[in-house]
């Protein structure tokens, strides 16, 4: 059975989002496949640690991020469901992810 999109086909709109009335479930930490990795381009050349892969809904997603900005003692942002992390955490990150039980790995060169 397929869902309903509200008979929505196509938008131009980079910013359109469907509505549902199902709410999104974060799953499990163990369940997560995080990629940690370094990005360079499109930044003036700073560094910019990111984290991609999380499923689930945008306050649990904030969460981590507070809780990464916190450890790293960094700037940085939640969006398009990725953690943008100001600075080159790669490691530490990693670490506290692995404690905290996420499965995560290093991505890129």
Do not use: H, W
Request: hydrophobic letters at 30%.
């Amino acid at each position: 059975m397929k869902k309903r999109k509200g008979g929505i086909v196509y938008s131009t709109n980079p910013d359109f989002q469907y509505e549902t009335d199902e709410p999104i479930v974060s799953l499990p930490n163990n369940q997560q496949q995080l990629r940690v990795m370094l990005d360079k381009k499109q930044r003036g050349g700073k560094k910019v640690t990111l984290v991609i892969g999380f499923v689930g809904n945008e306050s649990d997603l904030q969460e981590l991020g507070k809780r990464l900005k916190n450890l790293c003692g960094t700037g940085g942002t939640v969006k398009s469901n990725e953690i943008m992390l100001q600075g080159d955490f790669r490691e530490k990150v990693l670490q506290q992810l692995l404690k905290e039980g996420f499965k995560a790995k290093l991505a890129g060169g």
